[in-house]
């Protein structure tokens, strides 16, 4: 039984390409209900082992993303054509894979800027993309390392328990290179309405439990409870063998 507060919803698949497909089910399910009612889908997105996922699941679910922005929920802190950039990643695979996004829908940070001036100015463009000083996303993808970190939140770095005024902050000795970051803090995270984890491989098997099961808040990503939204895992088998013999808040 999870030690959780809150609850999750957990999607498990047997191989990589049955993961995708339930990554795009959801897409396709979250995108569609918000365009019943707005004019823009408004998704948060991470950088890492996503980038293939979500590129091929918008793909093979045929997703129509034609009213979509996509913001980063993190960023390294290098050139837009660096091939660290997260921004890049996603411009290269879509640019090849999904040509009917066009660059302007990729809400990239300022990286020529200086590192607290990108971040500052990133946080200043998402108040004003959703004319708030809370934004509440739509949908946001999140990834987590071995270690618990999601976004650019590490554990046992004071980034990720303070800053509650922030939206988005700059990280300079992140252990996962490059050192130097901005990311979306927990205060924007948690007030998203859809929350999602994308986690696969045996390596995320201890933190999965750790983080969904035991909640664990020394990990950053157990400290991800949607304040008002939705939050759903969805791992492959490999990444939920310490889980999978246990009731979540599925
Ligand atoms: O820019 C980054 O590095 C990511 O945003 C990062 O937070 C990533 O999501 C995790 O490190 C998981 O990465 P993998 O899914 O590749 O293991």
Redesign the pocket.
Known sequence: MSSRKCPFHARVSETEDQLVQSLGDKLHHCSTEVLKNRPTFRVGI?????VQLLTRALISRKIDTTNWKFF?????YVPDDDAES?FNAYRTEMHAKLPNIVESQLIKADTALSLDACACDYEARIIDEFGSSCPIFDLLL?????DG????LFPGRPEFQIHAEQLVIPIRD?P?PPPE?I?FTLTLINNANDVVF????A??ADVVKSVFIDGDRSFPAACVEPTHGKLTLIIDRAAGAKILSQKCGC
């Open positions: 991470s950088g890492g082992s996503l980063f929920c993190d960023e390294r997260t999140l990834g987590m390392g071995p970190h999601t976004c650019s992140s996962k970051r990311t994308v986690v696969t491989g390596s995320k």
